[in-house]
């Protein structure tokens, strides 16, 4: 007896498949395979992404200022902190560990509850 989607397709329309059974099928494996490739793609772009801005590539006056807009001769960087800039950006901060350590807890939680858990002998 033949078993999966093609056998059981087989059984019930008395063994052969029609066209639009084919189509939905090969349709349907193409759909997956774009899908894999576009999450591998999507992997590749956000780990590149990363290295370059742990690599200081973004941090060059051309991307952190209005070059692109005013052009070259026109063009100016201003960052200035000061003792009050720098203490009110620590509520923030702080609030953002905060967030994403909870967003960690509670995921870790989900793969905790739905581990399969080895069963007693």
């Given at each position: 007896?033949?078993?999966?989607?093609?056998?059981?397709?087989?059984?019930?329309?008395?063994?052969?498949?029609?066209?639009?059974?084919?189509?939905?099928?090969?349709?349907?494996?193409?759909?997956?395979?774009?899908?894999?490739?576009?999450?591998?793609?999507?992997?590749?772009?956000?780990?590149?992404?990363?290295?370059?801005?742990?690599?200081?590539?973004?941090?060059?006056?051309?991307?952190?200022?209005?070059?692109?807009?005013?052009?070259?001769?026109?063009?100016?960087?201003?960052?200035?902190?000061?003792?009050?800039d720098?203490?009110?950006?620590?509520?923030?901060?702080?609030?953002?560990?905060?967030?994403?350590?909870?967003?960690?807890?509670?995921?870790?939680?989900f793969?905790?509850?739905?581990?399969?858990?080895?069963?007693?002998?």
């Amino acid at each position: 007896m033949k078993t999966g989607l093609r056998g059981l397709l087989r059984q019930k329309n008395g063994g052969a498949l029609g066209a639009t059974t084919r189509l939905a099928g090969l349709l349907s494996i193409l759909l997956r395979r774009l899908g894999k490739v576009l999450a591998s793609l999507n992997t590749v772009w956000i780990i590149l992404t990363c290295l370059f801005q742990f690599g200081s590539f973004f941090d060059r006056c051309w991307c952190d200022s209005s070059v692109f807009y005013l052009g070259a001769n026109n063009a100016y960087n201003v960052i200035d902190l000061g003792e009050e800039d720098v203490s009110s950006l620590n509520a923030p901060w702080i609030g953002g560990v905060a967030l994403a350590s909870g967003c960690a807890s509670v995921f870790l939680g989900f793969v905790n509850v739905l581990i399969n858990p080895a069963l007693p002998d």
